[in-house]
C-alpha cells in the first residue's frame, strides 16, 4: 500500500518562497508527481520526479530523495493566482495508477 | 498531451437512481482511472479500466455499484448506481500522458444527491 503525508494547509505572502513538502512510505515506486487544483477545478500537472535531485520549471521545483522517501515542491516569487491545493502523487509501479496525498490549501496573502 | 472530454459537468439525482458519466479522450490510451473527490479531500482511486477486459476496482469500490464500460481506446463510462447521499462528490478520469508527462485529468462529474 502506499501511505502519503502532507501538511494540511499554509499560508504565504505575496512575492515570497514556499516549500510543500511530502513524505511517502510505498510498497512500490515509479515517480512522484505534483499536481495544482484551484477550487472547483481539476488537478493540473505541476511537476514529475523518477531520479533523486531537483528539477526545476520556472517559478515552481520539485525535489526528491528516494532513500529517504520524501519530496518537495517550492514555489518562488508567489502569486495571488497561485492560492490552490498542492497534491503529491505517487505512482505504482505495476499498475500504472496513482495514489494522492490528501493534499496542502495553500493560501497566498498580499 | 491528451484533451479530454467529460460529460455531465453536474447533476442533481434522486437517490435510488443512477448516473452515467463519459469520458471521451482525443487519442487512444490503454489505461483509463476513475477517481472520487470528496468535499475537501483529495483524490481516491475507484478503478481502472481497461480496453478489453474487466475494470480493476480498488478496495471499497465495487462493480455492482461503480460499473464501468471500455469499448474502446478512447472512450469509457463510470456508472454511479443505486445513489445515496453519500455518493455526493466529484467524480473525475483520468488517463496518463506517459512517462514524465504526468496525468491528464476530465474537467469533473459534480454530483448531489438528495
Known amino acids: 500500500g502506499q501511505n502519503i503525508d502532507q501538511p494540511t494547509e499554509m499560508t504565504a505572502t505575496e512575492g515570497a518562497i514556499v516549500q510543500i513538502n511530502c513524505t511517502y512510505q510505498t510498497s512500490g515506486f515509479n515517480g512522484l508527481f505534483w499536481y495544482q487544483q484551484h477550487a472547483g477545478e481539476a488537478p493540473t500537472f505541476l511537476s514529475y520526479?523518477?531520479?533523486?535531485g531537483l528539477e526545476e520549471k520556472g517559478r515552481f521545483s520539485s525535489f526528491l530523495s528516494r532513500s529517504k522517501g520524501y519530496s518537495y515542491l517550492l514555489l518562488k516569487e508567489l502569486q495571488m493566482k497561485d492560492s490552490a491545493s498542492y497534491l503529491c502523487a505517487v505512482r505504482d509501479p505495476n499498475a500504472g495508477k496513482s495514489t494522492f496525498g490528501d493534499g496542502t490549501t495553500l493560501t497566498v496573502k498580499p | 498531451s491528451a484533451v479530454i472530454s467529460q460529460k455531465p459537468s453536474r447533476d442533481i439525482c434522486q437517490r435510488g437512481t443512477s448516473l452515467t458519466i463519459q469520458c471521451q479522450v482525443d487519442?487512444?490510451?490503454?489505461?483509463m482511472f476513475w477517481y472520487r473527490q470528496q468535499p475537501g479531500q483529495s483524490l481516491t482511486l475507484i478503478a481502472t479500466a481497461n480496453q478489453g477486459s474487466e475494470a480493476t476496482y480498488e478496495s471499497g469500490f465495487v462493480i455492482d455499484k461503480f460499473p464501468i464500460s471500455r469499448p474502446n481506446l478512447t472512450f469509457s463510462t463510470l456508472t454511479v448506481s443505486n445513489m445515496s447521499p453519500e455518493d455526493s462528490s466529484i467524480y473525475l478520469c483520468?488517463?496518463?500522458?506517459?512517462?514524465?508527462?504526468?496525468?491528464?485529468f476530465g474537467s469533473g462529474t459534480r454530483l448531489t444527491v438528495v
Open positions: 520526479n523518477v531520479l533523486d
Open positions: 483520468s488517463v496518463a500522458t506517459g512517462g514524465a508527462g504526468g496525468y491528464t
Open positions: 487519442s487512444q490510451v490503454t489505461m
